[in-house]
């Protein structure tokens, strides 16, 4: 089997179908590279100060992750979940408004919008929409990604757009991966490319 394959099969106990492998392969490559964010200038510090232990510069990088960098993906995760398992089967909008307004009310972010670069659209979102939807994938947490996008201008008086981190996890969600283990997928992909 591939290593997409594998991973897979590590996480949940059983190979992916076509459709899932297709979207975690398209996760892991969505976010592996990301430019000097602080867990890449860890790495190549480290790197730097010993270039002998390539395995220090990784984990240098790894451990510079946290709830900013990398871990939105996690945190939009369950985000999303909340959505879909409030709604029930039933149209999110009221799931999501209610969620997002408990967010607002406690003066926290909304994880997995807003972006410094792409402000009408991050790219990378609409691309794994796009592949999720070539495979087939049921699609509730996707609509509850774009639900939320939808109510953001209203809700925050910003017009702040789905960024690659809730993408994300709407993807891998809808494909059956589970939701402890969202943080892995970037953690995975950034390994790769601080390598």
């Known amino acids: 089997v591939g290593f997409t394959d594998y991973f897979w099969f590590l996480l949940c106990g059983e190979l992916p179908q076509p459709a899932q492998r297709r979207v975690l392969d398209a996760t892991l490559v969505a976010i592996a590279e990301h430019g000097l964010v602080p867990s890449v200038q860890a790495a190549r510090m480290t790197y730097a100060a010993a270039p002998e ?13 946290g709830s900013v960098i990398l871990g939105a993906a996690e945190s939009a995760g369950r985000l999303l979940a909340d959505v879909v398992t409030r709604a029930n089967g039933a149209d999110p909008e009221s799931a999501a408004r209610a969620i997002v307004g408990d967010l607002r009310a406690a003066k926290k972010p909304v994880p997995g919008y807003g972006h410094p670069l792409h402000k009408g659209e991050d790219p990378r979102a609409t691309r794994l929409f796009a592949v999720a939807a070539e495979a087939g994938l049921p699609d509730a947490h996707r609509r509850a990604a774009k639900q939320i996008e939808a109510l953001l201008p209203e809700l925050t008086g910003k017009p702040l757009v789905m960024n690659v981190s809730a993408a994300i996890p709407a993807v891998l969600l809808d494909a059956g991966f589970p939701v402890g283990a969202l943080k892995g997928v970037p953690l995975l992909a950034r390994t790769a490319s601080l390598i």
């Not at 232990?53 to 992750?65: E, P, R, T």
């Open 53 to 65: 232990a390539l395995q220090g510069a990784v984990s240098a990088g790894l451990l510079g992750c």
